[in-house]
Every structure is written in C-alpha cells, then in structure tokens.
C-alpha cells in the first residue's frame, strides 16, 4: 500500500523566498507530525495535527512558519522569508491516531536549501 | 519533561557478530520506547516499541530490544549483523505522565557499521 509522500523530493530556494512543502499522509491516518532534521541530529518536533487542527504547534520556530492541513488529509508547511538557517531535511509522518502508543510512518523527506 | 539520549555517535561491528545500540531515557512517569532506522536519503522506518507487557521486544529485521526500568535503558540489540543493516538508528521516548505529550522525542541517532 501506498506510505507517506512528500513533495518536492529536493527544493532550492533563495534567501527571502516563500515554499510550501507537501505531505500526503497514509490513508486514515488522523494524526500528522512535521519535523525538521539537520545532519546530524534526530528529527525536531515542528507541529502536530489531529485531523484538521493543530493540536501542538509548540515546535514551530517563529512566525515565519505555517502549517496547515484544511480537510484533515494532506498537508502543506509554508515557510516565509527563508532565511540560510531554514535548510534542512524535512519530515512528515502520520499514525493511526494521536494515541501515544502508536508508531509513526515517516515520508522520504523533502531537502529545503536555502541559498 | 521527557529526554532520551544514545551516548554512541558510531559502531562498528563485523558481520555476524551480535550488535548492540545503546539508548537511555528520562521521564516522569512511564515510558513508551521506540527505534527507528534510517536508510540515506530516506524516512524514518519503524522497527519496534515497549508499551507494556513482556520487557523483550521483537521488532523488524531480527533486531529486539530490552526494556530496563531500574537502569532507564531500551537497548537495540541484533544476535547476528548483516551489512545491510548499516544505517542510523533513533531511539525515541513518550511521556506518559499526567500532561504528558504525544508527541516523542527522539534522539541523536547512532550510525551503526557493519563490516564484512
């Protein structure tokens, strides 16, 4: 069956620029986490949804990051004014529901470069 | 609050040996534990969790994991390496303390090396 898919695979962007980064999380999954990983390091908790809320927006940067996800299925990050700090691999992953017992499924990532 | 940590950047292991990658945590109450491995240029892929229950784990790929309370430990642990089993590891914890989040915290990841 299908997994979780991100969209674009790579994006390369420049300083002061708008993207939007997309998640198709597995089917029925409820729950969809964001993460941000920088060589090196685990995933960083970004935001969390439960159907089409926000339930945990706690790991957003600053205001300059948004996420939403309008019928409780795909969903897409938008990053304003990207800065040289923004890149990174970002990650999706979606679970059955928000139990905290359930496993993520992750998407391959998508890398944002920010020149 | 909720932390975990694997205190090994790196190991090295040759094929066939067993193989153990290190993972210790810190909650308030009890812990969900998870690993997850990390092929290049992929997503996380899970491989195990403790919720409750048996303290040894079976997971994907022959790997398993024991669940240590008094020495907050959840150690990934493999009787026989493959090569193909190169790759990063994470281990991640949830909180399950009144408040406590659902969403895990994951560690630094160690990049296990299996040599032929």
């Known amino acids: 069956g299908a997994g979780v898919s991100q969209t674009p695979s790579n994006k390369v962007t420049e300083k002061g620029k708008y993207v939007e980064l997309r998640c198709d999380p597995i089917?029925?999954?409820?729950?969809l986490y964001w993460y941000r990983q920088s060589l090196g390091q685990g995933p960083e908790f970004l935001i969390y949804?439960?159907?089409?809320?926000?339930?945990?927006d706690s790991g957003l940067p600053n205001d300059r990051f948004f996420a939403v996800r309008p019928e409780g299925s795909v969903s897409t990050l938008k990053i304003q004014r990207t800065e040289r700090g923004d890149s990174a691999v970002y990650l999706c992953?979606?679970?059955?529901?928000?139990?905290?017992?359930?496993?993520?499924?992750f998407g391959p990532g998508t890398r944002l470069t920010v020149l | 609050a909720q932390s975990v940590a694997q205190p090994e950047d790196q190991v090295n292991v040759a094929e066939g040996n067993p193989l153990t990658v290190k993972c210790t945590y810190s909650?308030?109450?009890?812990?969900?534990l998870f690993w997850y491995v990390q092929y290049p240029n992929r997503g996380l892929q899970f491989l195990l969790k403790?919720?409750?229950?048996?303290?040894l784990v079976k997971g994907s790929y022959g790997f398993e994991a024991e669940f240590n309370k008094s020495q907050t430990s959840f150690h990934l642990k493999k009787p026989s390496a493959l090569v193909s089993d190169s790759a990063l590891y994470f281990c991640?914890?949830?909180?399950?303390?009144?408040?406590?989040?659902?969403?895990?915290?994951f560690g630094r990841g160690t990049s296990l090396i299996v040599h032929p």
């Open positions: 991640a914890v949830r909180d399950l303390a009144s408040g406590g989040s659902y969403i895990p915290t």
């Open positions: 089917s029925g999954h409820t729950a």
């Open positions: 403790y919720i409750t229950g048996d303290n």
């Open positions: 949804f439960q159907g089409t809320g926000a339930a945990d």
């Open positions: 992953a979606s679970s059955y529901s928000g139990g905290t017992g359930n496993e993520q499924f």
């Open positions: 909650v308030s109450g009890n812990p969900y």
